[in-house]
């Protein structure tokens, strides 16, 4: 006997040498059809069985043109499919059963399959039941020590024989002999201790279809579930009936409660107001608030790579943390970029990131937040705090902050600064002949006009009032003069909101180790007397 009833067994302590050195030609001493097969279900490997009774194209080696030679998949002959099976409910090992029509000759195959390499690949075995049928119990008696050792409870019956194992009577806490078929000995040992009305309706209906049914769960109890196969078999020219049940209470509560975490999880991600991604390069899973961040579809973003969505700004900074998600690195990040959405509209957009195990390789999972609105809340309040808002220059504190800076560089690398301060001539006149409306618009006007005639390395701002500061570093005293001049005859020679105007100037150049409130104090006395020598004129701190 090949293959008796162990065969879960039988086939996993050949997969031993397999793990341990990946030799897929140890499957050439096992007398069935065993293929290994990629994700795509790809033949990478065919025992010696296969290449010896079945003819296949070399073009095209799929799993089921190899064994079955068609060209329509299991699915398209509503078959089940083991390996999509396996991989949709991301478990180690499956069974299924194929009933199957081969050059008009009706087969039944026990289809095996086995999960290697965290999904990379998958070992496949054929095992056909008629043969099983016929050599299966040709010696029961030799095969009873067998029966003994299988971790999985086994129930014989025929007309007039029955057999259980000593697994069997644990699974069902059974303290004798097998004499009666087995949906009478559950109802006469069990006493209502068992849902014995469910699991004994589903023996009967089992039975009465007479087709091999491959892991059917049941649930005795709370505590307890099981899974049954049962193959119709001949023994001795009867018709028998060979269950095998095992105890699967541990891995059922496993799924319960990874299903319940799956489902908590989903009821959390579809409700959550922050968007929620699964990504693998390609996004795997997104939530409805990321769908609406994104302006996209949940079909559209399932289509998309997560980069697509990425401002080209923060390309490369994202390629770059994918590339470490999908190595297994869980380090937490949070970071701000910005997304472009299906308008074309740019968001900024808050990440928080880590990797998780999710089918047997690591993705990347985060969550996003829209915080556009606060960006550019900080992006006004950040304005207020640079800039005067009637002219847009640099405000007093901005002023004083860039002058420490240029004062620290010129001290540091003995390199020249200079300082200029304006004034507007007889500025409360043109408030008292024109009204505070007019005068706004001149001081607007004026600052427009300077801020476009100093170098870009100068810093300008309002000082207070009708007052200016230019700050000009590498700029000795008499550069500062001649700027400023240049600022008094374009001011002097152009109409300022349809007004003559003109400006009084004092410049002085920073002189080492002075402090900022000295240099500040001489450019204003210089100012002064630019005022009082009869204005619209530079004087000059020496």
Not at 19 to 35: C, M, T, W
Not at 54 to 80: A, M, P, Q
Not at 512 to 524: C, P, Q, T, W
Request: glycine share 4%.
């Amino acid at each position: 006997m090949a293959i008796l009833i162990g065969l879960e067994n039988y086939f996993l302590k050949r997969l031993e040498k397999l793990k341990a050195d990946i030799d897929f030609f140890v499957f050439d001493r096992i007398d069935d059809y065993i293929l290994v097969l990629d994700n795509e279900k790809n033949v990478v490997f065919e025992n010696l069985k296969v290449k010896r009774e079945l003819e296949s194209d070399e073009g095209e080696k799929k799993c089921f043109k190899v064994i079955y030679n068609s060209v329509l998949s299991c699915r398209e002959r509503g078959l089940e499919c083991p390996l999509d099976e396996i991989k949709k409910k991301n478990l180690t090992k499956y069974y299924s059963l194929h009933n199957v029509k081969i050059n008009g000759i009706k087969k039944s195959y026990l289809v095996l399959i086995y999960k290697l390499l965290e999904g990379e690949l998958f070992v496949e075995m054929f095992i056909d039941i008629e043969n099983l049928k016929e050599s299966l119990f040709k010696d029961f008696i030799s095969a009873q020590r067998v029966l003994e050792n299988i971790p999985k409870g086994i129930f014989l019956e025929t007309d007039d024989f029955f057999y259980c194992n000593s697994r069997f009577r644990e699974i069902f806490n059974y303290r004798g002999e097998a004499s009666h078929p087995l949906e009478e000995t559950l109802n006469s040992d069990f006493n209502g201790s068992i849902p014995e009305y469910y699991i004994i309706k589903l023996i009967k209906e089992i039975k009465q279809k007479n087709e091999p049914v491959v892991d059917k769960k049941i649930k005795l109890s709370d505590d307890k579930y099981l899974s049954i196969v049962y193959i119709p078999i001949s023994l001795n020219s009867k018709r028998a009936n060979l269950w095998i049940f095992d105890d699967i209470t541990n891995q059922q509560k496993k799924e319960e409660k990874l299903k319940e975490s799956e489902e908590l999880f989903r009821t959390l991600a579809e409700t959550s107001a922050a968007g929620i991604f699964l990504q693998k390069g390609k996004l795997l899973y997104v939530n409805p608030a990321l769908c609406e961040i994104t302006e996209y579809s949940k079909e559209e973003l399932l289509n998309m790579n997560a980069l697509e969505l990425i401002h080209p700004d923060y390309k490369g900074m994202v390629r770059e943390i994918i590339q470490r998600r999908l190595k297994g690195d869980r380090t937490k990040l949070n970071y701000e970029i910005k997304l472009v959405t299906k308008s074309g509209k740019e968001k900024w957009v808050q990440i928080a990131s880590s990797a998780v195990k999710y089918k047997g390789s690591y993705v990347g999972i985060g969550t996003v937040i829209d915080i556009t609105d606060r960006k550019e809340y900080e992006e006004k309040l950040k304005k207020l705090a640079t800039y005067d808002s009637l002219t847009g220059l640099y405000n007093r504190y901005m002023i004083e902050e860039f002058l420490t800076k240029e004062i620290e560089k010129s001290k540091r690398h003995n390199i020249p600064l200079s300082v200029i301060m304006c004034d507007i001539d007889n500025f409360k006149s043109i408030n008292d002949n024109y009204g505070h409306i007019e005068g706004d618009k001149v001081l607007k006007e004026l600052s427009n006009t300077m801020k476009s005639n100093i170098r870009k390395s100068d810093a300008i701002g309002r000082w207070g009032g009708e007052e200016f500061i230019i700050v000009a570093p590498y700029t000795d005293k008499y550069g500062a003069l001649k700027l400023a001049d240049k600022l008094r005859r374009i001011i002097e020679e152009k109409k300022i909101n349809g007004k003559n105007v003109t400006i009084s100037c004092g410049v002085a150049e920073f002189r080492y180790n002075e402090k900022m409130k000295d240099l500040i104090k001489r450019v204003d006395e210089a100012l002064y007397t630019a005022k009082r020598k009869g204005k619209n004129r530079v004087e000059i701190s020496l």
